[in-house]
């Protein structure tokens, strides 16, 4: 059976200039891949900005699965994949679970990918 990956630690994980100004360093880029990786499933995508932007920081399960015509499971894989990128955090009340988006690994991702005017030409 294949090991879980722990989730990002942001203290782990340097801060780095953006990719258009500097090379990331391979161990850099190997700590984040997983959270890009993550995101690059729609299904997960469109989850990851429902979870960032839900009133009060956080969604539950509950209201998320019945904005997809995927089964219940499926969504849990996808939302368990995004748990162990890094990229939400989960708490259990009674029978629900809710997701809260990790904000500091999401500006890293932002940073690392933000170009400036000057570079954009």
């Known amino acids: 059976m294949p090991k879980q990956a722990e989730p990002i630690s942001l203290l782990e994980v340097p801060c780095c200039p953006p990719l258009a100004q500097q090379q990331l360093p391979a161990e850099v ?26 009133p009060g920081g956080e969604a539950c399960v509950c209201d998320l699965t019945p904005a997809f015509t995927l089964s219940g499971p499926t969504i849990s ?14 708490e259990r009340r009674g029978t629900w679970v809710y997701y809260r988006a990790r904000p500091g690994l999401m500006r890293q991702l932002a940073g690392l990918l933000t170009v400036s005017p000057a570079e954009a030409g």
């Open 77 to 90: 894989h996808h939302l368990k994949t995004l748990r162990e990128a890094g990229l939400v955090d989960a």
């Open 29 to 54: 880029a190997t700590a984040l891949a997983p959270a890009f990786k993550a995101l690059g499933d729609p299904v997960r995508l469109q989850l990851m900005s429902m979870i960032a932007s839900a």
